[in-house]
């Protein structure tokens, strides 16, 4: 009786004894014990923790405005086309373009567009003899429309032999400066295009290159190259 009647304060002095906080999950309880144990909470993750930091910080990345070519270089030596007085297909290098010379260079997104027809085209034809005064020999416009839409332009725009109109209609040119540029998201249909930029090459190195991004026109202009000079 004295032994049953210890083995009960046991268990009561047991069952008032205050248990620490912790972060784990009750297991099932005895039906017989009057306390309840615990086994620590084990977190499984799909993907390593690391592995989640990468990915979010890839997407607050921002974008910045890159291309192949850069100042230094050297140009490739592409093949542009266009059409003479006579309408008739001829073909240019890059290499007879630039070498031993001074040129500039620049792009538009496409012939007959709004920004490339009221503002970046005739802004190098009007300042056509600045530039040549600074020693420009050759300017020229490139797109990768083809040649006789180019033609077309030149004629509608009333340009003689200020600057002259070059289609990169392969993408050569464009793609070997890493200056593609995709608007096939656009609602009006331009497919893969090329990114504004305008620089200037001597002897085919490229000494300045103001290059946008996407279409925007903002460091390209005739205006920024003449600065520069």
């Known amino acids: 009786m004295a032994t049953a009647s210890f083995t009960l304060s046991k268990l009561l002095l047991k069952s008032t004894t205050p248990k620490p906080l912790s972060l784990f999950t009750p297991k099932k ?37 890159t291309a192949t070519i850069a100042v230094g270089d050297k140009l490739p030596n592409s093949t542009l086309s266009y059409l003479d007085s006579s309408d008739e297909l001829k073909t240019l290098s890059i290499s007879d373009l630039t070498k031993g010379k001074k040129t500039i260079l620049f792009a538009v997104p496409g012939a007959f567009t709004p920004t490339c027809s009221q503002k970046h085209l005739p802004g190098f034809v009007e300042k056509s003899k600045e530039l040549k005064a600074k020693g420009v020999d050759n300017i020229a416009c490139i797109s990768v429309n083809d040649a006789f839409v180019m033609k077309s332009w030149k004629d509608n725009l009333g340009i003689n032999d200020e600057v002259m109109m070059l289609s990169d209609g392969n993408m050569e040119f464009t793609k070997a400066i890493g200056c593609e540029l995709d608007l096939s998201d656009k609602p009006v249909g331009l497919g893969v295009r090329s990114r504004r930029y305008s620089m200037l090459v001597e002897d085919g190195v490229v000494k300045i290159l103001n290059l946008e991004e996407g279409g925007a026109f903002t460091v390209s202009s005739a205006e920024d190259i003449l600065k520069a000079l």
């Open 29 to 65: 309880s005895n039906l017989f014990s009057s306390s309840s144990q615990f086994a620590p909470l084990s977190l499984k993750l799909k993907q390593p923790f690391h592995h989640l930091q990468s990915l979010k910080h890839s997407t607050t990345t921002t974008p910045r405005i």
